[in-house]
């Protein structure tokens, strides 16, 4: 897999190489939301009252941002994994 964000990214997700993504997460304890930002795909920036809420919004999102990137004319797909998450957020 390689990261979206690094360089040659584009030219890497468009010869179908499967592509990944560092997304962070916080609790915004003045709003009781969640924060979901990354630090390789600049724009992407998402709220939600709830973890499910936010990673349904963050999947659209990343979609949306790939569309944006590549045109609409690329078949790049990025698919969202949760691997762990750190703090209490319950």
Do not use: C
């Not at 709003?31 to 724009?43: N, R, Y």
């Amino acid at each position: 897999m390689y990261r979206i964000g690094l360089p040659f990214w584009k030219l890497t997700a468009r010869l179908g190489v499967p592509m990944h993504l560092r997304v962070h997460v916080q609790r915004d304890q003045e709003t009781q939301l969640f924060v979901a930002t990354s630090p390789d795909l600049k724009a992407l920036v998402v709220e939600a009252s709830s973890m499910d809420e936010l990673v349904a919004a963050t999947q659209d999102a990343i979609d949306m941002l790939m569309d944006e990137y590549f045109l609409g004319n690329s078949h790049v797909e990025a698919e969202l994994r949760i691997k762990g998450l750190v703090g209490g957020f319950v």
